[in-house]
């Protein structure tokens, strides 16, 4: 995608990014993290921002730093980067709420067809997987590169 994002800053494994957000409320550390889970191949993407006491996620903050889209961008390039050193990996993700789970899914609606290009992505409905849609509610997401 061929949209505006912040600087990343990752370590070697590309398991771990930071960038800062920028906007009315100030400069905001971010953290994007994939971790292993049981399954192989499969990571889970957790995001939000960086706590400054732990270091930690803190995906319960709403920022509201006018920069939506930007930071979805920028969330976006991370799979990207990680894809290409994992390209087998199956990533995972779904938002710490309801609400932030329909901004995803209003955000991979926007990018759809240049998401398509690069990546097969589904979403979970009542339990089930099927092809991301425009329009249909989902609990979470999957996407993994296609092969070239």
Known sequence: MKLERYELKAEKSLMVFEFVSEGPRGEIPKLVQFGETNLKDFYNLAFGDKDSATGE???SVVSNNNDSDKVLATVVATVYAFTDKHP???VYATG???SRTRLY???LTKYLSEIGEDFDLYGQKEGEWENFEKGVEYEAFLAQKKND
Do not use: P, V, Y
């Open 57 to 59: 996620i803190n995906d």
């Open 88 to 90: 087998e990996a199956w």
């Open 96 to 98: 710490s709420t309801r």
């Open 105 to 107: 899914r209003m955000g």
